[in-house]
């Protein structure tokens, strides 16, 4: 029943509505689609609440979310203004927080969806919170550089005990519901419908006194414990989330909530707040939080494109990456037929599908009913039988053009008219693919990382005859994989693996003149990349990168400088993890260590080479690996291959390893400044060659021009 008298009151209606329920007010938040807590809607709660509270009928109040969830948190936007603005302070829930848990009669949160972030602060100061067995709750504001700096890191130690709150401030992990109860942050999981149960409960304690969370200190520990899980949490953050401040901060705003009184806990939080809010590392993430959805928006493509229904797929080779690729189907629920040409190589995959999918069982990640359903979707064969009517083919087969052109003359001739084609080459031309066939429109680059189902990222490579729903089939086919899909244009390596080009390069030319590998991939990493290069090299095969440079070798220029020393590891059988021996050596349990004979045979190869061995500093290392690859990304924007700068950089967070905390190579370069970076790649112009380091003409435009690539792409 809607109360006409109250919802005169409310200032936005539209917002948040309130109606009464047998002395239950319901207040429900309708900011779809997410119910974001945007502007006007702390207002419109606030004036909800005052309503509830000027009508002596209501006895208790339930707040809800409209539509398929509960608060799903801040307007990152709003956050977005204010780590650009810090010094206007950013929205503060207080004055609503506060007359929330101040409010005379009980308050029940009712949580399906998700309560993350500012909403699961606003459902912290409710007196009661119950959930379907669905519901997620977490503290996720890690992920955007922040502490949760809405009296969360004050009430979720009040709630669920310091060690727990630690672990879910540092880890940013979401907890359903039964574990929230465990944990004391919710009182009750409804069954069935969840505003009829919710209005039972709430009509079921009206009356009786309310408990504050604020007032509740009995979890809050004592200080020779506190100490122990305040060291263990700032273990967890160095570990899980290395470089980056915000979860010590809040580990750091829980330790006053255990040491300050309620309110001064509070104040000191948003003193904290604020200042996680305007450094560098929120503003990188929250850039990469919005590059990430920015990226569906493709230049000249309309978004109401239709897209073709993928309904079955088929993949072609058992591999590494056709494996991975099949996993990524099966876990969303779509069957796949995955062909190899030998028995043993079928056998290999679908034994390797298996054993992934064990241990997640084995790690109580995935119930085996769910492991048994994936795998029954999967079906192993050698032959093309049934590719006739699957909706989409995915080609993972090995990196030979001749082997490419033969297989997609052939499928070309099996799959039906609406059949999209896709390739997972990693390097070739996809136009001479498409050519081969009678549909180049509806062939496409579908560059999985691997492994294929782990990493997010895809590259849609976009050849010159691409047909508009093709393309959007393919974001489609990111999206339902659970994938970001980055549309990139059709050149050597697309754009992160063209990038990487000269990244390896210049780590292998830094061997050559004087660095160590270990060297190297310590500066790396202490960067903040998740892995060194040579380290990655080794994961790959040293071998599997010698046999690209076989393909590519008429593309060498003579007398142009390249590295030498990766022939060397590749001709003494150095193969990298798969060998136990590459750039490291590698123990059963594949731990790397320097290897003295490695740097025998650096040695020996510099000498070759006429180098004498030179001390190499850190900030040479960053400088010419980094702004290599910065420079490369630069001419791959002029050139149209990416749309956007904020691409590349979810290409390289997303796929690369590359630290989201410093927003990606592009971002990053541009908080280093263009100019600096400019004038250095000139200085490494001058000592190494314009054939290496002629810097990229944008990148002269626009440190001359006092720009930033961000800027640049609002051009866009
Ligand atoms: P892989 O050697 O592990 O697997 C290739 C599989 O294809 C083998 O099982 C082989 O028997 C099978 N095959 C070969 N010719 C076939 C044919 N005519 N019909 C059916 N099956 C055939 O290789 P991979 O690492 O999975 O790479 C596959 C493709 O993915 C390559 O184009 C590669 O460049 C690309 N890729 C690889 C990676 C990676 O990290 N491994 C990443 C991205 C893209």
Redesign the pocket.
Known sequence: MQSDALNSKITMPDLVSISIHDGVAVITVQNPPVNALGPGVPQGLADAFAAASADAAVRSVVVIGGGKTFIAGADIKELEAAARNPKAGGPDLHPLLTSVENFPKPVVMAIHGTALGGGLELAMAGHYRVAVAEALLGAPEANLGIIPGAEGTQRLPRLVGVPAAIDLCVSGRLVKAPEALTLGLIDKVIDGDLLAGAVAFAAEIAGQPVSKTCDRNDKLGNPADNEAAFAAGREQAKKIRPHQTAPIWAIEAIEAATKLPFDQGCKREREISLETLASPQAQAMIHVFFAERGVAKVPGLDKDTPSYPIRKVGI?????????IAMAWANAGIPVLM????QE??D??IATIRKNYQRSVDRGRTPQAVMDQRMALITPQLSFDGFEDVDLII??????ME??R??FTEIDKIAKKDCVLA??????DIDEIANVTSRPQMVVGL????P?NVMRLVEIVRGKDLAPQTLATALAVARTLKKVGVVVGNCRGFVGNRMMFPYMREAQFLVEEGALPEQVDKALTNFGMAMGIMAVDDM??ID?LWRVRQEYKHLDKPGVRKPVIHDRLYEAGRWGQKRSAGWYKYDDKLKASPDPEVHALIEKTSAELGFTRRAITTEEIIDRCLYAMVNEGAKILEEGHASRAADIDVIYTTGYGFPGWRGGPMWFADTVGLKKVYERVCELEQQFGSDLWAPAPLLKQLAESGKTFAQWDETR
């Open positions: 072609i080779g058992a591999g590494t990456m056709g494996g991975g062909k190899d040409t030998t190589a079928v290999r995959g080609e993972a087969a090995f990196e030979s082997v490419k033969q297989l390739t997972n080459t990693s390097t070739l560059h999985f990382f691997s294929a790959g095969g599997l």
